[in-house]
């Protein structure tokens, strides 16, 4: 059954959602290229779950990134080779392994962030006012769900619905 709305209204949201995206997806990617530190999309996702769950385990951090335990102990040496993050053991228990930021890998974070706030403000400047507004209260609504699925790992950032203008930047590439 069609959704009430525009003609031009998506039928499904997942699958509208999965374009949106993927559009975000070309959007950093894109600005990567500028950025001081060259890291993977997969040790960016990283840093963010590792950022957001300080001193989060090797078994969580692959839980969150749907990796094998093997591939998240490469993924955390190359980035520790490179100064992103350190482990250290576990207070409580000498089997477990805590990932934290370095203040490099923050810094790489910030930047990646900026690059990514730098593209999105673009494109929602092309929005008309109420489009954008309506955009934030369901990305909110989004966030809050995923966070009710996935609670561990969640990147840290402002709290879903903050004002919209602070996602309005007046200088746009």
Same mark, same amino acid.
């Given at each position: 059954?069609?959704?009430?709305?525009?003609?031009?209204?998506?039928?499904?949201?997942?699958?509208?959602?999965?374009?949106?995206?993927?559009?975000?997806?070309?959007?950093?990617?894109?600005?990567?290229?500028?950025?001081?530190?060259?890291?993977?999309?997969?040790?960016? @996702?990283?840093?963010?779950? =590792?950022?957001?769950?300080?001193? &989060?385990?090797? +078994?969580a951090?692959? *839980? $969150? !990134?749907?990796?094998?335990?093997?591939?998240?102990?490469?993924?955390?040496?190359?980035?520790?080779?490179?100064?992103?993050?350190?482990?250290?053991?576990?207070?409580?228990?000498?089997?477990?392994?805590?990932?934290?930021?370095?203040? @490099?890998?923050?810094?790489? =974070?910030?930047?990646?962030?900026? &690059?990514?706030? +730098?593209?999105?403000? *673009? $494109? !929602?400047?092309?929005?008309?006012?109420e489009?954008?507004?309506?955009?934030?209260?369901?990305?909110?609504?989004f966030?809050?769900?995923?966070?009710?699925?996935?609670?561990?790992?969640?990147?840290?950032?402002?709290?879903?619905?903050?004002?919209?203008?602070?996602?309005?930047?007046?200088?746009?590439?």
């Amino acid at each position: 059954m069609p959704r009430p709305g525009p003609a031009s209204a998506p039928e499904d949201p997942a699958a509208a959602l999965g374009a949106a995206a993927e559009l975000l997806a070309l959007l950093q990617a894109r600005g990567q290229d500028g950025a001081s530190a060259a890291v993977s999309p997969s040790q960016l @996702r990283a840093l963010l779950a =590792v950022e957001g769950a300080e001193g &989060i385990n090797l +078994r969580a951090l692959g *839980a $969150v !990134l749907g990796s094998s335990p093997p591939s998240v102990t490469r993924l955390c040496d190359r980035m520790e080779a490179m100064g992103l993050l350190t482990r250290s053991p576990h207070p409580s228990s000498r089997r477990e392994v805590e990932l934290r930021l370095t203040p @490099r890998g923050r810094a790489v =974070v910030g930047e990646h962030r900026a &690059i990514r706030a +730098r593209a999105v403000s *673009a $494109v !929602l400047a092309r929005m008309a006012p109420e489009a954008v507004d309506a955009l934030v209260t369901g990305v909110a609504a989004f966030r809050e769900a995923a966070a009710a699925l996935f609670p561990v790992g969640r990147p840290a950032g402002p709290p879903p619905g903050g004002p919209r203008d602070s996602a309005r930047v007046a200088d746009t590439p």
